[in-house]
């Protein structure tokens, strides 16, 4: 992410959040947008297209916390005049009236009292003792290796291919080295200089009373380097979004909205740096016959009241396979049987498949067999003696 996407992309507003929102919020936000925006839910839309990339490209930034607060750093800094106009100092020290905040971190580095770490005394003296400070390092980091953005995408399996596992190709798009100018930024047969005002640093020092400031340079955007002619594919930000497909094993047994993270497959690392990771939003089709409860599968089979009764032996479906199940006389309608080993399959012990027994009872009858029924009626007796017994109590 180059500086100046920091600077002038409001990536609170691509996602339709406030400033202050919480991660869940920014998450929610996200998630919602990129399901109606997915290029394989708008196909040919090249306006939903873009911004999916651009809410892609929010997230990325907002929902790592250290991304976060450098994005806000940057703005701050360029949007509201440098670090000393922002903290104001009217009198040539911290604490001047007005509605202006100072952080007192900014005087003396981290809360816990840091004297050498990068946001401490070298940012605010820096001018006075010669330390670079904060902005040198982050201006040194964007100059160098930087890791890629990670990238979600989603993926629609069949009940099967969740159960046993499946290999699939992903086509997504997402940010990757400019292949017109390989990340330079510059118009191809040219190249960025170093920057004259900060003279490659990418900060820059003022004084102020008796206190130097240093901020991050505003004529390279804390870079270093300044490119006259932009290339025209990425406009000088050496990234360009690209279309790729990567085949991507699915392990066995993911849930419907399970996020699978696979390291390293994201987007390709700028300057060298690594790749991002890709994040895998599983969803699961309903299957007609099974159902699932955790690690074990659920199916409901229908039998006959003499086969409920009497006790039979049944070939009934798995997911890898018939499996022969043993109805032993007598089963209530609604009992669970248990197959064990033929659910879902997982690092340990598989899970079980849970078979549901359910009478089946006939709507038509022959004469022949609705006289046979009401024989049967006859020997069998009385199914519920205790409920007639209350009934006839509570009638006297």
Known sequence: MSTRDFIEKDYYAA??????????????????????????????????????????????????????????????????????????FPGGFPGGSGDQSFDLGDLFGTAGG?????????????????????????????????????????????????VLGVTVPLRMQSPGTCPTCAGSGAKPGTSPHTCPVCQGAGVTSRSQGAFAFSEPCR?????????????????????????????????????????????????????GGPAGDLFVVVHVSEHPLFGRRGSDLTLTVPVTFPEATLGTTLTVPALDGNVTLKVPAGTASGQTLRVRGRGVPGKGRAGDLLVTVEVAVPKRLSPAAEEAVKVLDAELGDPRPQITAAVQGGAR
Do not use: M, W
Not at 223 to 244: L, S
């Open 15 to 88: 996602l339709g959040v406030s400033q202050d929102a919480d991660a869940a919020t920014i998450k929610k936000a996200y998630r919602q947008l990129a399901r109606d925006l997915h290029p394989d839910k708008n196909p040919g839309n090249t306006e939903a297209e873009a911004r999916f990339k651009e809410v892609s490209e929010a997230y990325d930034v907002l929902s790592d916390s250290k991304r976060r607060a450098e994005y806000d750093e940057a703005r701050r800094l360029f949007g509201a005049g440098g670090a000393g106009a922002r903290a104001g």
């Open 114 to 162: 840091g004297r050498s770490g990068t946001g401490g005394l070298g940012d605010l003296f820096g001018g006075l003792f010669g330390g670079g400070g904060s902005a040198r390092a982050r201006s040194q980091a964007a100059s160098g290796p930087a890791r890629g953005q990670d990238v979600e995408t989603e993926a629609t399996l069949s009940f099967e291919e969740a």
């Open 219 to 271: 004529n390279c955007r804390g870079t270093g380097q300044v490119v006259d002619d932009p290339c025209p594919t990425c406009g000088g930000n050496g990234v360009t979004n690209q279309t790729r497909t990567i085949t991507v094993r699915i392990p066995a047994g993911v849930k419907d909205g399970q996020r699978i993270r696979l390291a390293g497959k994201g987007a390709p690392g700028r300057r």
